[in-house]
């Protein structure tokens, strides 16, 4: 699609929703949020077996080090509150 054709477009789309009440045009932003969040769960299904067990894996390590860190302080501030 060329560059005119997408401003053209996005501008219609723009000022049609300019004559909207808020009310719709909350339910546009709303449903143009689903849209995206449906292209990002699109992508997600795309993805390999590996490439997301990779991703989960890198991500649980991630949790496990941060768990860790937020444990560490929370029992060195346990046994500050008990020494005073």
Do not use: C
Request: no cysteine; net charge negative.
């Amino acid at each position: 699609m060329s560059i005119t054709r997408i401003n053209n477009l996005q501008d219609q789309i723009l000022q049609s929703i300019k004559t909207l009440p808020i009310e719709k045009q909350q339910k546009v932003l709303e449903f143009a949020e689903s849209l995206q969040s449906n292209s990002l769960f699109q992508k997600w299904d795309n993805i390999s077996d590996a490439e997301a067990q990779d991703l989960q894996n890198e991500f649980a390590q991630e949790d496990i080090s941060l768990s860790e860190s937020i444990l560490h302080d929370y029992l060195s501030h346990l046994e500050q509150e008990d020494k005073g």
